[in-house]
């Protein structure tokens, strides 16, 4: 047998205070933790697409993985979220990797919300730009921050955040990033399907898109498929194209994956009685006492804060008893004494299920 045990001193440290993870498979419980808002993964409303379309794209895009169904889809899109251009990468992973680590050059500041997504995180530990993250949603420590700032400046943040279920302030973003001649970076991974009247996020949703650098959708959540684009102007696109290595070096969608996010794009802006309904469940969930801390979200993330990994676990290993699928978040994923519970409300749960929660909670 290979000698690994290397290994085993880190994986003895997460079990031993209650980090340590493990792959489960579903066990039929009522949904609180998938990221399936509208429900369009569970009611199957994505068709398999034409049996003739390929399976696999042969190769990168700049090679032989470019095809007409996958630039038709991203003129489709660029135009269904009112920007320029949008440009096709294989995960949100991957765009904003893309993204962060090509776009800001050496000497440039990259100023990030202290919450952002390990994904943001992990393009900009590969930039070559100097970052400083600001605390969450305050812009005075984003005004004292920016004022230090060398190069070009980029702002970067999440207009839903994935831990917390806020929202950014974009309003005072975009003044401060004007003021400042700095290039705002939203991630709307959270937003999409389910912020705005036909699901189109943040952004659009107040009609800021003219005033914001870049955009970055994700198709893995709310539109029930995979993949992301990142849109912005022309240059950018090209930009994007000629140096992003997680897209020049990555093998493309291929037709059968176009085809289904295309197939998305028609139907979940459509899906109004599924946002309304998901909007009577936030309200609900918000509106009732429990025993915990319960921050403040208007979207589907709704958190309960449970301090201590062992807690956290325990008050989720209740739920899970109870046929109710929702999981614990442990450090070091968010902050020690900032365990939770991340709730997933979605619109195919029903009001019944959601006060059974909020009793178990009580």
Do not use: W
């Not at 100023?111 to 970052?131: E, K, P, Q, V």
């Not at 969608?253 to 996010?261: F, K």
């Not at 309904?277 to 309200?283: E, R, V, Y």
Request: glycine residues 6%; charged residues 20%; hydrophobic residues 40%.
């Amino acid at each position: 047998m290979y000698r690994d045990d290397f290994l085993d001193k880190k994986l003895n440290e997460r079990k031993e205070n209650n980090s340590f993870r493990q792959l489960r498979l579903p066990e039929g419980k009522t949904d609180f933790c998938s990221n399936d808002y509208l429900g369009i993964v569970k009611n199957s409303r994505l068709q398999t697409p034409d049996s003739r379309l390929s399976s696999g794209s042969t190769g990168s895009r700049l090679l032989s993985g470019n095809y007409p169904l996958i630039e038709e889809v991203e003129k489709e899109i660029a135009a269904f979220h009112r920007s320029a251009t949008a440009l096709l990468f294989n995960s949100g992973y991957d765009a904003n990797i893309g993204l962060l680590s090509c776009v800001p050059q050496k000497g440039d500041t990259i100023l990030y919300d202290h919450l952002c997504h390990a994904s943001i995180r992990d393009g900009i530990r590969l930039s070559f730009a100097n970052a400083f993250s600001f605390a969450h949603n305050d812009m005075d420590d984003l005004h004292k921050k920016i004022m230090h700032t060398t190069g070009t400046i980029f702002i970067v943040t999440e207009s839903v955040f994935s831990m917390d279920g806020d929202l950014c302030p974009l309003n005072e973003l975009i003044g401060i990033a004007e003021k400042h001649s700095a290039h705002l970076i939203i991630d709307e991974a959270h937003a999409t399907g389910v912020i705005g009247e036909k699901g189109e996020g943040l952004v659009q949703q107040l009609n800021r898109q003219e005033h914001v650098f870049a955009r970055i959708h994700t198709f893995g959540k709310a539109c029930g498929c995979h993949g992301a684009v990142v849109l912005g102007s022309r240059s950018l696109r090209d930009y994007l194209i000629n140096f992003a290595r997680s897209f020049i070096y990555s093998t493309s969608l291929p037709e059968h994956s176009i085809a289904v996010i295309k197939e998305s794009y028609k139907i979940f802006p459509g899906m109004h009685a599924e946002r309304l309904h998901l909007q009577k469940l936030i309200n609900q969930f918000q509106s009732s006492a429990i025993a915990f801390e319960k921050l403040v979200s208007s979207t589907p993330v709704q958190v309960v804060l449970i301090p201590g990994n062992k807690e956290a676990k325990e008050t989720a290993a209740t739920l899970q008893a109870n046929n109710l699928d929702v999981r614990a978040i442990l450090y070091p994923t968010v902050p020690k004494g900032k365990e939770r519970l991340r709730i997933v409300l979605h619109a195919f749960n029903t009001a019944e299920e959601v006060a059974k929660l909020i009793n178990l909670l009580q």
